[in-house]
């Protein structure tokens, strides 16, 4: 017997958010209740720049998805009106949600899954408040330049040193040779 549509539909829905899953490991759950449909537009196109997506999820699909990627512990998050924001960069997706929701009181953080572990709203938050990947880096490059520096700089005053002792030696010959 042939498969009626709909089944079949919820089925190649369910593959295509598992697939998204699979493709980005980390996501933040979220609830929209209240927004606009021009609100979250805006949200997405922020998260556009992030290059992060942001999608609205039929919890039933949603849940099967997490079952199939066997992640079920998330499945007591997808209450509600729930939304999806697939993270690449997850300290810049969880910047743009957490300022998102400060002008928009209906969104709401409820969790965050990261890299394998799921993380509280407060963990998104603070996510959020970590200065640009960017930034980062230049802290690790300066963190690792400075040694480097360092031993450049005494070496550097050791070789001033030792010629200075050159030359006082110099000048003190020099100097004992005319008497």
């Known amino acids: ?6 089944i079949s539909t919820k089925k190649f829905m369910v593959e295509e958010i598992a697939e998204k899953l699979k493709e980005n490991p980390n996501f933040v759950i979220t609830e929209y209740k209240g927004l606009a449909s021009s609100e979250i537009e805006s949200l997405r196109k922020e998260l556009h720049k992030t290059s992060s997506a942001y999608l609205i999820v039929k919890n039933s699909l949603v849940k099967k998805a997490f079952d199939q990627l066997k992640i079920k512990d998330l499945n007591e998050f997808i209450e509600g009106q729930t939304g999806l924001s697939l993270a690449n960069d997850i300290i810049g997706t969880s910047k743009t949600l957490v300022d998102f929701s400060k002008d928009h009181a209906a969104l709401k953080i409820k969790c965050a899954f990261i890299d394998g572990k799921i993380e509280t709203t407060d963990r998104v938050k603070h996510l959020a408040m970590l200065p640009p990947r960017e930034v980062l880096l230049a802290m690790v490059f300066n963190g690792m330049k400075a040694p480097i520096t360092g031993f450049v700089g005494v070496l550097g005053g050791l070789l001033r040193k030792f010629v200075y002792a050159i030359n006082e030696i110099k000048n003190k010959k ?5 008497k």
């Open 1 to 6: 017997m042939e498969e009626k549509y709909g």
């Open 174 to 178: 020099e100097g004992g040779d005319k």
